[in-house]
C-alpha cells in the first residue's frame, strides 16, 4: 500500500507532491462512500482519536468528528473552554493526560503557532493539526486544493488568488505551499497592511487593485478579516476595505471570463464577499464544507495506517 512521507499532518511545507496526490486518490474513493445510502466504513475500528479544541471552530470540528465516526473510529472530544485548562492545566498535561486513557491519535487546533509540532515531538501519537494560530491549517487547504481539482479538472497551471488578511491567514500559508506544489501559480491581494513583509520569500505574486487581481485568476479564494487576531488598527473601517476589497456580483459579471469563488468561512456577508456572489453558481463554498469530510478521513485514515501495534 502507498504510504505518506511524514507521521503526522502538521503542515503543507512537510508534504510531497505524491503525498497530496496520494490524499486526494485517497478521498477520492472515501467521496464515493459517504455518497452511498450507508455511510460508515469499518476501517478504523480499533482506532480512538481524541479531538482537541483550544480554539473556536464550527466546520473543522464536525468534520473531523464526522470522518472519523464515517470510518468507525472511537473518539473523544475536548474544548478547552469547558476543560481543566481553565483551571491552569499545560497543553502537554492534559494531552497526555488524555493520552494514558490510550488513544491512539490527536486531532488539534490551538490558537498558538507551532502548537501542532511542540506535540508530535512529544507524544508517541499521531498528530493532526487542525489549525495552529496564524501558522497552518493543512487540511483546510487539502480541501481548497481538491475542490479546485474537482470543478476545473486539475490544479497544475491554474492561476489562484487569495484575497484578504494575509498576515493572520493560516489558510492562506497553507494554501500557497498547497497549491504551489500541484503546480498552481499564486497571488495574494489585499491592503499593504495586510500583506506580511516576507511573502515574496513563498514564491508569490502581489497585487493591491482586487479588479486586476481579478482580472489575471481563475480562482479567487476570499479570506475573512481575522478581527479577533487584530490588537491594532490594519484599516480605517470594515466599511472602507469592503469598498476596496469586497467581491460583488458587478464585478464578477464585468470580468471577460467566468472565475471560481472560494471561501474557507465563516464568512462576514456584506465584508470580503456579497451575499449573490456568495449564493452563486460561480461559489464552490458548501462542495469545500462536502470535500473537506472526504479529505480529512483520507488523511486519518493514512496516518492510521501507520500506527504501529
Ligand atoms: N474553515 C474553518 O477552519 O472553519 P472553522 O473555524 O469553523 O473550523
Request: contains cysteine; proline residues 4%; glycine residues 4%.
Given at each position: 500500500?502507498?504510504?505518506?512521507?511524514?507521521?503526522?499532518?502538521?503542515?503543507?511545507?512537510?508534504?510531497?507532491?505524491?503525498?497530496?496526490?496520494?490524499?486526494?486518490?485517497?478521498?477520492?474513493?472515501?467521496?464515493?462512500?459517504?455518497?452511498?445510502?450507508?455511510?460508515?466504513?469499518?476501517?478504523l475500528?480499533?482506532?480512538?482519536i481524541?479531538?482537541?479544541?483550544?480554539?473556536?471552530?464550527?466546520?473543522?470540528?464536525?468534520?473531523?468528528?464526522?470522518a472519523e465516526?464515517?470510518m468507525?473510529?472511537?473518539?473523544?472530544?475536548?474544548?478547552?473552554?469547558?476543560?481543566?485548562?481553565?483551571?491552569?492545566?499545560?497543553?502537554?498535561?492534559?494531552?497526555?493526560?488524555?493520552?494514558?486513557?490510550?488513544?491512539?491519535m490527536?486531532?488539534?487546533?490551538?490558537?498558538?503557532?507551532?502548537?501542532?509540532?511542540?506535540?508530535?515531538?512529544?507524544?508517541?501519537?499521531?498528530?493532526v493539526?487542525?489549525?495552529?494560530?496564524?501558522?497552518?491549517?493543512?487540511?483546510?487547504?487539502?480541501?481548497?486544493?481538491?475542490?479546485?481539482?474537482?470543478?476545473?479538472?486539475?490544479?497544475?497551471?491554474?492561476?489562484?488568488?487569495?484575497?484578504?488578511?494575509?498576515?493572520?491567514?493560516?489558510?492562506?500559508?497553507?494554501?500557497?505551499?498547497?497549491?504551489?506544489?500541484?503546480?498552481?501559480?499564486?497571488?495574494?491581494?489585499?491592503?499593504?497592511?495586510?500583506?506580511?513583509?516576507?511573502?515574496?520569500?513563498?514564491?508569490?505574486?502581489?497585487?493591491?487593485?482586487?479588479?486586476?487581481?481579478?482580472?489575471?485568476?481563475?480562482?479567487?479564494?476570499?479570506?475573512?478579516?481575522?478581527?479577533?487576531?487584530?490588537?491594532?488598527?490594519?484599516?480605517?473601517?470594515?466599511?472602507?476595505?469592503?469598498?476596496?476589497?469586497?467581491?460583488?456580483?458587478?464585478?464578477?459579471?464585468?470580468?471577460?471570463?467566468?472565475?471560481?469563488?472560494?471561501?474557507?468561512?465563516?464568512?462576514?456577508?456584506?465584508?470580503?464577499?456579497?451575499?449573490?456572489?456568495?449564493?452563486?453558481?460561480?461559489?464552490?463554498?458548501?462542495?469545500?464544507?462536502?470535500?473537506?469530510?472526504?479529505?480529512r478521513m483520507?488523511v486519518i485514515y493514512?496516518l492510521a495506517?501507520?500506527?504501529?501495534?
Amino acid at each position: 500500500m502507498d504510504s505518506l512521507s511524514v507521521e503526522h499532518l502538521v503542515g503543507i511545507k512537510d508534504l510531497t507532491k505524491k503525498d497530496i496526490e496520494l490524499i486526494f486518490k485517497t478521498a477520492d474513493a472515501f467521496k464515493e462512500v459517504i455518497n452511498r445510502p450507508i455511510k460508515k466504513v469499518p476501517s478504523l475500528r480499533d482506532i480512538t482519536i481524541a479531538n482537541l479544541f483550544f480554539e473556536n471552530s464550527t466546520r473543522t470540528r464536525l468534520s473531523f468528528e464526522l470522518a472519523e465516526k464515517r470510518m468507525s473510529a472511537d473518539i473523544v472530544n475536548f474544548s478547552a473552554a469547558s476543560s481543566s485548562v481553565k483551571k491552569g492545566e499545560t497543553l502537554i498535561d492534559t494531552v497526555n493526560n488524555i493520552l494514558s486513557m490510550k488513544v491512539d491519535m490527536v486531532v488539534m487546533r490551538h490558537p498558538n503557532p507551532g502548537a501542532a509540532k511542540f506535540l508530535s515531538e512529544r507524544v508517541d501519537a499521531k498528530v493532526v493539526n487542525a489549525g495552529d494560530g496564524t501558522h497552518e491549517h493543512p487540511t483546510q487547504a487539502l480541501l481548497d486544493s481538491y475542490s479546485v481539482r474537482e470543478r476545473l479538472g486539475s490544479v497544475e497551471g491554474k492561476k489562484v488568488v487569495i484575497v484578504g488578511d494575509i498576515i493572520h491567514s493560516r489558510v492562506a500559508l497553507s494554501n500557497i505551499y498547497c497549491l504551489q506544489k500541484l503546480g498552481a501559480e499564486v497571488m495574494v491581494c489585499g491592503p499593504t497592511t495586510l500583506i506580511p513583509k516576507y511573502i515574496h520569500e513563498l514564491g508569490v505574486k502581489v497585487e493591491y487593485d482586487l479588479k486586476k487581481a481579478l482580472e489575471w485568476c481563475d480562482v479567487a479564494n476570499m479570506l475573512r478579516i481575522q478581527l479577533e487576531r487584530q490588537d491594532i488598527k490594519y484599516f480605517p473601517s470594515l466599511r472602507e476595505y469592503s469598498m476596496q476589497y469586497g467581491l460583488t456580483k458587478e464585478m464578477l459579471d464585468n470580468l471577460p471570463k467566468e472565475i471560481v469563488i472560494m471561501h474557507p468561512c465563516p464568512i462576514n456577508r456584506g465584508v470580503e464577499i456579497t451575499s449573490d456572489v456568495a449564493d452563486s453558481e460561480q461559489a464552490i463554498i458548501l462542495d469545500q464544507v462536502e470535500n473537506g469530510v472526504a479529505v480529512r478521513m483520507a488523511v486519518i485514515y493514512l496516518l492510521a495506517s501507520k500506527i504501529k501495534r
